[in-house]
Nanobody
């Protein structure tokens, strides 16, 4: 059974940084694409970044390109999202997701992921 557990959320001032983690268990192969999404109150879910687990190739939404960095640690089965220069509009619940695929990472944006984490809250204060 695949399980995704996010951590690292919290309260940070605008301009600050946070690193989110997504610990994955139950993945039986390296043919996965994993990604980060967020949803702010009253807004639609937004895709942020994705990574092909085996190749390491990445995808970023324009809204976070240059500020957020996605990475993974194969040994720890953990994906990260380093968020810098945070803005108040980055306040949201952040979710990690995974889908079984060896395609380009954008696949997790255009299809429905197979698995979701429970989310971690990020609040950016002014």
């Amino acid at each position: 059974q695949v399980r995704l557990v996010e951590s690292g959320g919290g309260l940070v001032q605008a301009g600050g940084s946070l690193r989110l983690s997504c610990a994955a268990s139950g993945l039986t192969s390296r043919s996965y694409v994993m990604g980060w999404f967020r949803q702010a109150p009253g807004k639609e879910r937004e895709s942020l970044a994705a990574i092909n687990w085996s190749s390491g190739s990445t995808y970023y939404a324009d809204s976070v390109k240059g500020r957020f960095t996605i990475s993974r640690d194969n040994a720890k089965n953990t994906m990260y999202l380093q968020m810098n220069s945070l803005k108040t509009e980055d306040t949201a619940d952040y979710y990690c997701a995974a889908t079984q695929s060896d395609a380009a990472p954008v696949i997790i944006v255009i299809t429905s992921p197979d698995y979701w984490g429970q989310g971690t809250q990020v609040t950016v204060s002014s």
